[in-house]
C-alpha cells in the first residue's frame, strides 16, 4: 500500500504517522482495500495521509466489511513532581480481618496475640468505629480503591468490576491519583480483588506490580486437622504472606533512593481462609494437638430475635449443617477460632516485618504514612453466623488504624469513636499526604470522588469527638436466594447484577443500627424505595403531609433495628453484646425507625451515578 504525504511534517511527527501507516498496512491489507483516515485523501488501494498525529483511537473501514482502528503511540506525558513536603503512603489492606485485635490496641480483645500491631497502635490514631461499604471482597476494594460507593461502582459480585466500558473506565484510583501525582506506586499481593479490575489494574494505578495477587496452595493434608485448620511445619518462607512482606519491606527501602514521594501497597491474605499457618501461631494459644483448650466462643450464637429472613446467609465454612436457630457444635466453632486467631497472629508476624523495614530508617519512618485496615468485617458464631456478607455490625466493621507523622503530636497512640468509611479512606490520604503542602500546590481530586476527607480529626481528635466531621455510615448487601425462597443460601458471587432480587441498605448511627431489605431492580441498579400501593398508609399517618413521601414504605420490606447505645468499640464484649433483639416493631422506636428509614431513602433512592 503507497501513501504520499500532503504536506510538510516534522521527523517526529513522522515516527507517529509512519506508524500509523504501517499498522493501516497491516489491518486494510484486503487487495481490494479502500481505506478512510480522518484528514486523507482516498484513492482505491491507496490511503493518502495528512502528516498529523491521529488520535488514540481513529476507526478506520475498509471495502468488503473489514474494519479496525488505529492506535498511534502517544508521547509520554510529563511527570510531574510533587511539592516538598509530600509524605511517602504504605497501604496495608488484610483480607477478612475484623477488628479483634490485642489488649495493646483501643479494640482491647486480648485473647488475640497482635504485639507488632499493638505496637503500631502506640504511633498511630485508631478509629474504632469505622465501616466497610459492602461486606464481601471485590465489591468492597472495588468501592474504596475507586472512591466510589458500592451504588455508584456498581459492583455487588465477583463478575463486575468498576472499569467497565462507558462507566468507570476514565476513574482515577487511589493509587492512580498519587502516580498522576508523580509519586512511584508500587503493589503486590491482594490490594484489588483478582482481576476485577483486570490485571490489578495495571498500569493504570501501578508503576510496578511486584508480587502476584495469588494464595498459598491451602491445606496439606496430613496437616488438616478439620476443614481449613492445618497448622504447618512448613518454613515462614513457604507462605504467601510472608513472601510478600518481605518483598512489600524491600520496595519500601528502594522506593527511598528514587528522589520523589512512594505509594506502595501490600495486600495480605490471611486471616481469609484457608487458615494455613505455620504452627507457632497456633501454639500461641492453649491446645492439645489438635483442639485449642479454653477456646473463649460466641456469647450470643443464634440469630437475633425477630430477625427477617434475607439478614441471614450460610456460608461456605464451616461444612457442617446449621443456621440461625441451630449453631454448629462447640467443637467445630473453636476449631474456627483456633484457625482464624492463628492466622490472625501470623499476618501480625507480616505486618511486623513490613513496619520493621519502615522504622528501620529515621527518615522513612517520619515521611511515611501508614494505614492499616480490612476489607470488611468477620464473623466467627456471634448471630450463628460465620464468615462475611452480612448487614450486621460485625459483618461491616473493620479495623483502621492510621499513623500520620505530620500529626505525631496530636494523634500517635490516640483513638476515637468517629465514623471513619473506607469510602473515607481515598480522600483522608490525600489530605494526610499533603498536610505540610501549601493548598495551592496540592492535586485536584476528581469531584465524583465520593467520602470525606477526615484529617482534620487527627489535628483536634478530642474536639471532633465533641463535634464529629460525619455522624452516619451506610452499607448496603445484596441477596440472590432461590426462587421461591428469601434464603439462607443467597450468595450473589456469580450473579449477573440484572439478576439481582434483594438488597439490604444498612445505615449507622451514634446509638443505633437500622437496616432495610427491600426488592432490586438490577437493571437499573436501583432498589425499589416507592410502594406502589397505600396499603402502609397507617406508617406515616403521624407525620406532616409535606413528608409523608419520605416514609411510605415500599411493599417488599423486611427490616432491623438495633440497639448501639454505650456502644463506642472498645469494650471486650463489643462483638457479642449487641444485635441480639430485632427492635424494629417496638412502638418505643417507631420514630427513630423511620428518621432512619428516611435517611436510606434519601441516600439511595436517587439515580445511580
Known amino acids: 500500500m503507497l501513501c504520499f504525504f500532503e504536506e510538510f511534517c516534522s521527523v517526529s511527527f513522522l515516527f507517529w504517522v509512519s506508524f500509523s501507516l504501517l499498522y493501516v498496512a497491516l489491518k486494510c491489507s484486503y487487495n481490494r482495500s479502500f481505506c478512510k483516515l480522518q484528514g486523507s485523501t482516498v484513492s482505491r488501494g491507496n490511503c493518502h495521509l495528512k502528516a498529523t498525529i491521529p488520535h488514540s483511537e481513529d476507526n478506520v473501514t475498509c471495502e468488503d466489511g473489514y474494519s479496525s482502528v488505529v492506535r498511534a503511540p502517544q508521547p509520554p506525558p510529563p511527570v510531574p ?66 472512591g466510589r460507593s458500592p451504588q455508584t461502582t456498581g459492583v455487588y459480585n465477583f463478575i463486575d468490576d468498576f472499569r467497565e466500558p462507558g462507566h468507570g473506565m476514565n476513574w482515577t484510583t ?37 508480587f502476584a495477587n495469588g494464595d498459598d496452595k491451602g491445606c496439606r493434608e496430613n496437616e488438616t486437622i478439620y476443614n481449613n485448620v492445618c497448622p504447618s511445619a512448613e518454613d515462614d518462607d513457604a507462605f504467601y504472606d510472608y513472601q510478600l512482606a ?236 432461590a426462587p421461591g425462597t428469601l434464603g439462607p443460601n443467597s450468595a450473589c458471587n456469580e450473579v449477573q447484577r440484572r439478576d439481582i432480587k434483594y438488597m439490604g441498605y444498612s445505615v449507622r448511627v451514634a446509638g443505633w443500627r437500622y437496616t432495610a431489605w427491600i426488592e432490586f431492580n438490577g437493571t437499573a441498579n436501583r432498589g425499589i424505595w416507592r410502594p406502589t400501593s397505600a396499603s402502609n398508609s397507617p406508617d406515616i399517618l403521624s407525620m406532616s403531609a409535606g413528608n409523608r413521601h419520605r416514609f411510605a414504605f415500599p411493599d417488599f420490606l423486611q427490616e432491623e433495628l438495633y440497639s448501639h447505645v454505650g456502644d463506642d468499640g472498645t469494650a471486650h464484649d463489643a462483638m457479642d453484646a449487641y444485635e441480639n433483639k430485632n427492635l424494629v416493631g417496638d412502638p418505643q422506636h417507631a420514630s427513630m425507625r423511620q428518621e432512619l428509614f428516611s435517611l436510606l431513602d434519601n441516600r439511595f433512592n436517587t439515580p445511580p451515578v
Not at 81 to 106: C, F, I, M
Not at 187 to 198: C, D, E, M, S, Y
Not at 296 to 303: D, I, N, S, T, V
Not at 305 to 312: C, D, F, N, T, V
Open 81 to 146: 513532581v510533587p511539592p516538598s513536603g509530600a509524605q511517602n503512603v504504605v497501604l496495608l489492606v488484610v483480607d477478612d480481618l475484623r477488628p479483634e485485635l490485642g489488649g495493646g490496641t483501643a479494640y482491647n480483645q486480648s485473647q488475640v496475640q497482635t504485639p507488632n500491631i499493638d505496637r503500631f497502635a502506640a504511633t498511630a490514631l485508631t478509629f474504632t468505629q469505622a465501616y466497610c461499604q459492602f461486606s464481601h471482597c471485590s465489591p468492597s476494594r472495588n468501592s474504596f480503591l475507586s
Open 174 to 210: 487511589l493509587p492512580q491519583f498519587f502516580k498522576r501525582a508523580g509519586y512511584t506506586t508500587v503493589g503486590g499481593g491482594k490490594i484489588f480483588h483478582p482481576n476485577k479490575p483486570r490485571d490489578n489494574d495495571m498500569p493504570f494505578s501501578w508503576d510496578n506490580y511486584y
Open 246 to 481: 518481605v518483598l512489600a519491606a524491600r520496595q519500601i527501602i528502594a522506593s527511598k533512593s528514587l528522589g520523589r514521594p512512594f505509594f506502595v501497597g501490600a495486600g495480605l491474605r490471611r486471616p481469609h481462609r484457608v487458615w494455613h499457618v505455620p504452627k507457632r501461631f497456633y501454639d500461641l494459644y492453649d491446645n492439645n494437638g489438635s483442639n485449642p483448650i479454653d477456646m473463649k466462643l460466641a456469647a450470643y450464637p443464634f440469630g437475633p430475635s425477630g430477625m427477617p429472613e434475607l439478614a441471614y446467609i450460610t456460608n461456605a465454612w464451616p461444612s457442617f449443617s446449621y443456621n440461625q436457630s441451630v449453631p454448629i457444635p462447640d467443637q467445630i466453632a473453636a476449631l474456627g477460632r483456633w484457625g482464624y486467631y492463628a492466622a490472625t497472629s501470623f499476618t501480625d508476624h507480616n505486618i511486623g516485618i513490613i513496619l520493621q523495614a519502615i522504622a528501620a530508617d529515621d527518615y522513612v519512618f517520619n515521611n511515611t504514612i501508614v494505614l492499616l485496615t480490612g476489607d470488611h468485617g468477620w464473623e466467627l458464631g456471634e448471630h450463628g453466623e460465620w464468615c462475611k456478607r452480612t448487614n450486621f455490625e460485625i459483618g461491616l466493621r473493620v479495623p483502621l488504624m492510621i499513623r500520620s507523622p505530620f500529626h505525631k503530636h496530636s494523634s500517635y497512640g490516640q483513638w476515637t469513636p468517629h465514623f471513619f468509611d473506607l469510602l473515607d479512606v481515598y480522600r483522608t490520604l490525600v489530605g494526610l499526604a499533603y498536610a505540610g503542602v501549601p493548598p495551592a500546590k496540592i492535586p485536584v481530586i476528581e469531584s465524583t470522588v465520593e467520602g470525606q476527607d477526615l484529617s482534620r480529626v487527627f489535628a483536634d481528635v478530642g474536639g471532633t469527638r465533641a463535634s464529629p466531621l460525619k455522624n452516619v455510615s451506610f452499607s448496603q448487601m445484596a441477596r440472590c436466594p
